[in-house]
């Protein structure tokens, strides 16, 4: 769902698959069934299950052997409430390193200084911290930060959280886009779509205080990795 709310990384995923001439079956192109979460959170267990199967029956039907997810969240839920008997369920960050180890994914280098934000999620939620950086090490330079891997900020925009005030939410992400400009990116990239909107939001309204904060957001893009490898891939023959 949320990558239908975040368009272009929809247009950076699927240029990546038609580049390296992937044979892939888009699940969500039209109707966009969602994996669940927000119906558990919810309480309606029931109803949750009902798209549970619903979803299971789809993939396994398709024949497909992987199940590729550009949101940590449908990543977690499709490896831990799924059951989906010889289908392996694999994260964006995962499948570009592959394409990029094998050679199918030519990614050209760049002078950019980059930082990268854990998503809860896809870190803490699901240990996978190298890969994104193995990846991002190729086109970039990347900066180390204080608070990263298991110390990483939350965006703010977690689903889970119905406690707080979208204002304290803003202030939450404000806050963390002030420690990654204490860094002085080019790029801030993160493996979300959820956090990178979240990030975009403030992004565009300035939400730090301190001038070199407020300075360097606005040449800093908030990007995903599938945006930031689409711009810099080329066709890999």
């Known amino acids: 769902c949320m990558t239908h709310l975040t368009p272009s990384i929809k247009k950076s995923m699927l240029r990546i698959l038609n580049t390296v001439g ?27 299950q009902k798209l549970i199967d619903n979803n299971t029956k789809m993939i396994l039907d398709s024949g497909a052997k992987r199940l590729l997810v550009t949101c940590p969240i449908c990543y977690k839920v499709f490896k831990e409430d799924y059951k989906l008997p010889d ?10 390193l592959e394409l990029v180890k094998s050679g199918r994914l030519k990614v050209n280098p760049s002078d950019l200084r980059a930082v990268y934000h854990d998503p809860c999620e896809l870190g803490r939620g699901s ?3 190298d ?31 119905t406690k707080i005030s ?18 002085n990116p080019d790029v801030v990239v ?11 939001k403030v992004n565009s309204v300035a939400m730090c205080s301190s001038p070199i904060c407020l300075s360097i957001m606005r040449r800093t893009r908030c990007l995903t990795m599938w945006q930031l490898t689409a711009s810099r891939g080329e066709l890999s023959m």
């Open 131 to 161: 890969q994104p950086r193995e990846l991002l090490s190729s086109p970039l330079t990347l900066v180390p930060m204080a608070r990263e891997r298991e110390k990483a900020l939350c965006c703010g925009g977690s689903l889970a959280n």
């Open 87 to 96: 289908v392996e369920v694999v994260h964006h960050s995962e499948y570009i």
């Open 190 to 200: 993160t493996s979300c779509p959820l956090c990178k909107k979240t990030f975009a």
């Open 166 to 183: 979208m204002a304290e939410r803003d202030v939450l992400a404000g806050k963390a886009m002030e420690e990654f400009a204490s860094y």
């Open 22 to 48: 992937e044979n892939y079956w888009f699940m969500d192109e039209n109707k966009a069934p969602c994996c669940g979460r927000p119906l558990m959170l919810a309480g309606q267990y029931d109803a949750a």
């Open 127 to 129: 240990h996978i911290y």
